[in-house]
Each structure stands twice: as C-alpha cells, then as structure tokens.
C-alpha cells in the first residue's frame, strides 16, 4: 500500500515536472532556463557536495566536495552554484576546507568511499547460515610524502572504523579529533538496508575526509595504516606511553612499559574508581587537590567555547527554518504557476472574445513566471544549504572541542589522584616506621611492610611524573587547537556568509527580472490588443 502511494506521489511530480517543461518550451525566452544551456546558474561548474562513482576519478572533483550529511531538512538537495567564486574553488585538488591549508598549496589528500559490498563473517557458524556484515571500498589519492605512494585501495568495514576513532582518541589527547559516525543501530533496523548503507557510506566518507583536513591527524600513523594496508587491520600500538603505564601505577604495581595493546581490565575499572573518589572528594568539601585547573585563559576561552556552541545551535535551527521557508515558497509558486496553466489551456480552448484571448495572455504569463520563479527557488535552496551547512558542520567541531577539553580534565584527575595516592602513602610510612622504632631491635614484619610501601611509593611517583607531562602535554594540545580552530572558523564563516550572501542578491535579481519581464509583456499585448 504504501509502495503504491510512493509509485502516485512520483508519477505526480514526474508529471508536474513534464508539464512545466512543456508549457515553458512555447516561450523562446524561457528555453534556456528550463534546458539549462545557457542559464547563469546552470552553466557554472559540477556541484561541489556529490556522490562519486566508484571508476571516476577523484582528483577531478571539486576541493568541498566532501559528502556531508545533512540536517533533515537539508535533505535530498542537488547544488548548482551561482557565485562566481565557485569556478575558482574548484581549481584546486585538495578536498578539505579553505581553511585548513597544507604547507604547499600543491598538497592534496582526496578519500572516497564507494561500493558497498556483503560479506559473509567467517567466524560465525555454517550452519545456521552464519552473519554478514558491510564492507566499503576506501581509495586514497595524495602526493604527501609521509604516505610514501600515491594511491591506495583498501576495504574496511564499519568496525574497523570504530576501532580507528578509539586509537587516534587515545593516542591524540587533547587534539579536536572529528566525532566518529555513530553506530546506528535503531535507524538499520527501520529503514531500508539500501538506504542506510548509502547513509553510513556518506558519513564514513565525510568522517575520513575530516581527519584527512586535521594538520596533526593527516600524517598519524594510525590513519596512514587504516588508509594503506590492506587485509584485516592490525591493531597497533598507540603512542600514548602514559595511558598503558598509568593504570598499573594507580594499581599499586611496578612500571613497566609491556608490549601488549590497552586492554579494559580490572586495572582500569579500579583506576575508575579511584578518580572517582577523588573527583566526588575534590567536589564535596574534601581536601583540596594539590593541583588545581588555575589557567584563567583557558577557563575564559572554554567558556566561550561553551557560549559559541549555543549560538551556533540557535543558528542552524534557523537556517533549517530558513531553508524549510523557502522550499515551501518555491513548491507554492510551482503549484500556482500549474493551476494558471490549466486555466490558461481552459480560456484559449473557450476564447470568443478578444477580452478572453487577452485574460489568457495574461495568464499565460503569469504562469511562466511563476513557473521559473519555483525552479529558481529551487536552485536558491540548494545554494543557501550548501553555504549554510558550515554551521552544521561547526556542532561537531564543537564536539571535539568538549572531547578535547574533557582529555585534560581526566588528564588533570589522573594528576590530583596520584598526588593524593603518594600523600597516603608516605602518611602510612611514616605511621610504620615510628610504631616500628618503639620495638627493641625493630619488628621485622613491619620493615618488610615498610619496604614495600617505599617500592610502592616510588612507582607511584614515577606514574605521578609521567601524568603530569601527559597533562602538560594535553594543555599544549588545547591551546594549540583553539588558536588553529579561531582561525579556520574566521575564514569558514566569511567564505559561508559572502557565499550566502552572493547567492541571495543574484537570486533576487533573477526573480525580479522574471517578474518584470511578465509585466511587460502584459503591458506590451494589452497596447497592441487595444
């Protein structure tokens, strides 16, 4: 039933859309627009946000050629740029945003995700006809050097993905690492396979290009491997020496840098637990930490951080309703410009009179206008979400900027926990020692006990060292980011708002000149008729 309704609403449109064509070919004026060989908007180059096939070749598109995805009602939108500026950003080959600029304006790094394909999953049992999952084709094309080649083919799967984004997560701490797409396991179960796999193709290509932008991220090892080896992806080491060291430390072992991947073991579940005692002391009148978060700049610019996010939130609500308005105003004026066709069709099948053939002029006219003022909306509205989709974009930088923060307050946890841990520590030495000093000739067992908390409070030390640098290191990181974010959103929201802005006035003028044209002619007839 519900295929049926689809097959009528498209059978509708395809109609509406032949009738238009039709009725617009009688004007020789109008030919051009409704072909689109020779419109200004038409004529400029290929939309920047599409979907590539898998034997094109990459480098060809344009620089923003990244498929975003959407907010819902940005949905379904082919772009046609109108700016001038448009041609010029095509030139080059580099796929990330204006802003994020490589050391050679030659530099390029172009991903794309592509044929999607079933697999059966070896490890599931035959016999009860085992499970299968969802590969994609990922090709890289780039001539940085730390790539050493230039192109690479790969298939991963949407695990691999996942493990990707927690290893960059754990070996770039305090970095705005892009959020990884999410698993998604509602929407595969309600909508169609089809379309959620093309969703998560898009959203594995939009992540993966966000990476391949971030001047750290780009050249990482991890990325690099994840892009260029093909076969199941080995799981490497990350290079964030202190976050497999430190759950040993706040055990209570020794050091000892081991050769095996971070693991969720009870080591750090007790570690958990441990900076949670000490975040509930730190928050409910217990002593306070012997380091504290004192950088008054970055508290200010964390909570303008804050600040910006609201606003951009408030933003793209209102671009949604902005894009929402106009798409309502363009399917409008398609409807009115239709029903003046039927009528026009309706007084020139019946006209007797002169004064009938000039109502149908006059409609006529009318109806061509509004006709091309729809399809002019149209393409208005594929332009106001292709500039406009920056603020969309901006909430998950604004996702990172939180992850990136949160890295240094764990990291400064870490710190506080130790601290605390080496003051209980030496405390119960020194308790040992002095009730040991009162026994003739020392209690044995007690100097057993003190010597092993005087390991133990060593190790501690030595993981308290290495949490501080790591927190130092983290701080780098966060200002670093904010400094490079500062810029790059400078230059993404001037290139958002004079493209917005551009394509708004060209638009307006366009429509007017429809307008007036119709006014015209309808003048011009009722002169000559009269």
């Given at each position: 039933?519900?295929?049926?309704?689809?097959?009528?609403?498209?059978?509708?449109?395809?109609?509406?859309?032949?009738?238009?064509?039709?009725?617009?070919?009688?004007?020789?004026?109008?030919?051009?627009?409704?072909?689109?060989?020779?419109?200004?908007?038409?004529?400029?180059?290929?939309?920047?946000?599409?979907?590539?096939?898998?034997?094109?070749?990459?480098?060809?598109?344009?620089?923003?050629?990244?498929?975003?995805?959407?907010?819902?009602?940005?949905a379904d939108v082919i772009f046609s740029p109108f700016d001038d500026n448009a041609s010029d950003d095509c030139s080059s080959q580099s796929p990330i945003s204006p802003s994020s600029s490589y050391p050679s304006s030659s530099d390029y790094i172009k991903i794309t995700v592509s044929s999607p394909q079933?697999?059966?999953?070896?490890?599931?049992?035959?016999?009860?006809?085992?499970?299968?999952?969802?590969?994609?084709?990922?090709?890289?094309?780039?001539?940085?050097?730390?790539?050493?080649?230039?192109?690479?083919?790969?298939?991963?799967?949407?695990?691999?993905?996942?493990?990707?984004?927690?290893?960059?997560?754990?070996?770039?701490r305090g970095f705005c690492i892009p959020p990884r797409p999410d698993k998604s396991v509602v929407e595969s179960q309600v909508m169609q396979r089809h379309e959620f796999v093309e969703q998560r193709r898009v959203a594995l290509e939009k992540y993966l290009r966000r990476l391949a932008s971030h001047p750290v991220i780009r050249n990482s090892d991890e990325l690099k491997v994840f892009l260029g080896v093909e076969g199941k992806l080995p799981l490497q080491m990350g290079t964030d020496v202190a976050s497999r060291i430190l759950p040993k430390q706040l055990f209570g072992e020794g050091v000892e840098v081991a050769a095996q991947p971070p693991a969720r073991s009870g080591r750090d579940l007790f570690r958990l637990f441990k900076e949670l005692r000490q975040s509930v002391s730190n928050d409910w009148g217990g002593a306070k930490p012997a380091v504290v978060e004192e950088d008054k700049d970055f508290l200010e610019k964390k909570e303008k951080m804050h600040d910006l996010e609201k606003e951009i939130i408030n933003a793209s609500q209102q671009a949604e309703t902005l894009v929402k308005a106009q798409q309502d105003i363009g399917e409008t004026l398609g409807e009115l410009g239709l029903a003046f066709i039927k009528l026009t069709k309706f007084e020139n099948e019946e006209a007797v009179f002169s004064s009938q053939r000039a109502r149908a002029n006059d409609m006529k006219n009318l109806a061509t206008a509004a006709v091309k003022a729809s399809r002019f909306y149209r393409e208005l509205n594929s332009q106001t979400v292709k500039h406009l989709d920056t603020l969309?974009?901006?909430?998950?930088?604004?996702?990172?900027?939180?992850?990136?923060?949160?890295?240094?307050?764990?990291?400064?946890?870490?710190?506080?926990?130790?601290?605390?841990?080496?003051?209980?520590?030496?405390?119960?030495?020194?308790?040992?020692?002095?009730?040991?000093?009162?026994?003739?000739?020392?209690?044995?067992?007690?100097?057993?006990?003190?010597?092993?908390?005087?390991?133990?409070?060593?190790?501690?030390?030595?993981?308290?060292?290495?949490?501080?640098?790591?927190?130092?290191?983290?701080?780098?990181?966060?200002?670093?980011?904010?400094?490079?974010?500062?810029?790059?959103?400078?230059?993404?929201?001037?290139?958002?708002?004079?493209?917005?802005?551009?394509?708004?006035?060209?638009?307006?003028?366009?429509?007017?000149?429809?307008?007036?044209?119709?006014?015209?002619?309808?003048?011009?007839?009722?002169?000559?008729s009269s």
């Open positions: 039933m519900m295929g049926s309704e689809n097959d009528e609403d498209s059978h509708l449109h395809a109609s509406r859309e032949e009738t238009e064509n039709l009725f617009l070919r009688d004007d020789p004026l109008s030919r051009s627009d409704v072909n689109g060989n020779h419109s200004a908007v038409s004529t400029l180059p290929p939309p920047p946000i599409i979907v590539t096939p898998a034997d094109s070749d990459p480098l060809s598109l344009p620089p923003n050629g990244s498929s975003y995805i959407e907010p819902p009602s940005y079933k697999e059966q999953d070896a490890s599931s049992s035959m016999l009860s006809g085992g499970s299968t999952y969802i590969t994609y084709l990922i090709t890289t094309r780039t001539n940085l050097p730390e790539y050493k080649g230039s192109d690479f083919t790969v298939r991963r799967r949407f695990r691999d993905v996942v493990a990707l984004g927690d290893r960059l997560a754990e070996s770039y969309h974009d901006y909430l998950g930088v604004m996702m990172a900027v939180q992850g990136a923060f949160t890295d240094r307050s764990s990291a400064l946890l870490t710190v506080q926990t130790l601290l605390s841990d080496v003051s209980s520590l030496e405390g119960r030495a020194e308790k040992l020692e002095a009730a040991s000093s009162k026994v003739f000739g020392g209690d044995k067992s007690r100097i057993k006990k003190i010597e092993e908390l005087k390991e133990t409070i060593k190790n501690t030390e030595d993981a308290k060292n290495v949490a501080i640098k790591q927190y130092e290191r983290i701080k780098e990181n966060n200002r670093s980011e904010v400094e490079r974010l500062d810029r790059e959103r400078r230059a993404d929201f001037l290139s958002m708002m004079k493209g917005f802005v551009v394509s708004q006035v060209g638009y307006a003028e366009k429509m007017a000149n429809v307008w007036a044209k119709a006014a015209e002619e309808t003048s011009q007839y009722n002169r000559e």
